[in-house]
């Protein structure tokens, strides 16, 4: 890990909207998608969402469609993870990571070669 930086995490109230980003921690690689994990206290870490950057195209965890928004840059494998409508439920430590595998489920960690440290979201009720 700390491949990859990640920022604007914070603590923010139910329904508020929260913006965050991730680039590359100095290093540079060339991968095929990126996305983010997330982990809640006491639990495994889990897919939030993906971009594929030849494509375009966006993945997303059932728990966050029609929520979040994910966006990036390509030439600079900087993503986004744009947060609407935030829940508790969605308070953890939010991960980066990026990807060089040509085909395979790009909602598990192992699709995975670079992350970044993790930034903490916090939504209170």
């Known amino acids: 890990q700390g491949q990859l930086v990640e920022s604007g995490g914070g603590l923010v109230q139910t329904g508020d909207s929260l913006k965050l980003s991730c680039a590359p921690s100095?290093?540079?690689?060339?991968?095929?998608?990126m996305g983010w994990f997330r982990q809640a206290p006491g639990k495994d870490r889990a897919f939030v969402g993906s971009?594929?950057?030849?494509?375009?195209?966006?993945r997303y965890a059932d728990s966050v469609k029609g929520r979040f928004v994910i966006s990036g840059d390509s030439a600079t494998n900087t993503v986004y993870l744009q947060m609407n409508s935030l829940e508790p439920e969605d308070t953890g430590v939010y991960y980066c990571?990026?990807?060089?595998?040509?085909?395979?489920?790009?909602?598990?960690?192992?699709?995975?070669?670079?992350w970044g440290q993790g930034t903490q979201v916090t939504v209170s009720s």
């Open positions: 990571a990026a990807g060089t595998r040509v085909w395979g489920d790009v909602g598990i960690e192992g699709a995975y070669a670079y």
């Open positions: 100095g290093r540079t690689f060339s991968v095929r998608y």
């Open positions: 971009i594929g950057w030849t494509s375009g195209r966006t």
